[in-house]
């Protein structure tokens, strides 16, 4: 029996792909390439180019192979750009989601992981965000996952679908031996981004804010090493195996770092000296987005691996510095 991956070329996909492997698991990728690359995936891997909205292409997928269950990354997720194209993030999120739920009700695949996002809360009301904590998205970007998450549960009660959905903010860092990693194109994450300043690809990073109630007055944010994430949504997979039931956990550090701490870290690590530069505060950035993930220690037995800034960044380095034109280099 097969795992199908949706976005399994993409950042996370692909560390996720690996830890299956790992597993002895046999990986079947569906993905467009828009955002993932064919570079990241080993060559034995089975690899579908197309889209999830391709009724036809998602048939003959279930039908070539014993899928046993089905793990769901593919999705447009930046989130200013969903600000400006709506649309386009409902066209994709939401009903390719729903075309690959459709094809599963099909063919009798009852098992599937949803790769969300804390984005879903919006503004927290509590610090850390648990996962009963009111769900009101900010934007479309969060909006979309969280209509995705409200039709697996109708999916459930319908078709007998169960799923386990998996929150979180920040993905960083890379495959310890530097194989994969981060490569987006445009690049909108900070670690990634002083990383660059570092490789001399950009000229300085900029600080948005130095005025917040936090410790250094920089926005505190909560990262999770990629194979961290990896773990959680293969933990998540056998949970449904054992016929343990749907369920909806956040994934974070549950302590957060602040920008400044993560340039001084990139510093230390890197040995450059990564020029920064204060700026306003950018609209709607909340001072300290944290999430707890008390719930999943406890019921998917996850554990973070790599829960230090100097482990995730490493990490990243490795990649970046041996492939600073990502999978192009």
């Known amino acids: 029996m097969a795992v199908l991956v949706c976005g399994g070329a993409g950042y996370i996909g692909s560390h996720t792909v690996l830890a299956l492997l790992k597993e002895k698991v046999e990986v ?5 390439l828009s955002k993932g690359h064919r570079e990241a995936l080993p060559s034995e891997v089975k690899l579908y180019q197309g889209d999830l909205r391709d009724e036809k292409l998602l048939a003959g997928i279930f039908i070539d192979n014993e899928i046993d269950g089905v793990i769901h990354f593919a999705a447009d997720s930046l ?4 600000v400006e194209a709506p649309l386009k ?3 994709n999120n939401v009903y390719g989601s729903l075309s690959l739920l459709k094809a599963m009700a099909k063919h009798g695949v009852k098992k599937i992981v949803f790769s969300s996002t804390a ?4 503004e927290p009301r509590e610090v850390p965000i648990v996962e009963e904590s009111l769900t009101l998205p900010t934007n479309p970007y969060g909006e979309t996952k969280l209509a995705v998450e409200r039709m697996l549960k109708w999916a459930q009660e319908a078709h007998g679908i169960e799923f386990v959905v998996l929150r979180y903010f920040n993905a960083a860092g890379a495959e310890e031996e530097g194989t994969i990693g981060e490569d987006h194109s445009p690049e909108s994450h900070l670690i990634p981004l002083v990383l660059e300043v570092a490789l001399g690809k950009r000229e300085k990073i900029y600080i948005f804010g130095e005025d ?4 250094d007055g920089t926005c505190v944010r909560d990262y999770i090493h990629v ?3 990896a773990d959680a ?3 998540a997979l056998k949970r449904l195996q054992r016929g343990e039931g749907s369920g909806t956990y956040n994934l974070g550090n549950g302590k957060g770092f602040s920008v400044q701490e993560v340039i001084e870290t990139a510093r230390r690590i890197t040995g450059k000296p990564i020029p920064a530069e204060m700026a306003p505060r950018r609209a709607g950035d909340p001072a300290v987005l944290i999430a707890s993930s008390d719930k999943a220690r ?5 554990t973070s691996q790599y829960d230090s800034l100097e482990k995730i960044i490493g990490t990243a380095w490795k990649w970046h510095h041996s492939n600073p034109y990502g999978f192009k280099s």
């Open 28 to 32: 079947i990728v569906l993905d467009n």
């Open 79 to 82: 989130v200013g750009e969903s």
């Open 89 to 91: 993030y409902y066209e």
């Open 119 to 122: 984005a879903v809360y919006g």
């Open 212 to 215: 917040y109630p936090t410790e």
């Open 227 to 229: 194979m961290d994430l």
């Open 233 to 235: 949504h293969l933990l």
């Open 298 to 302: 406890k019921e998917l037995g996850w």
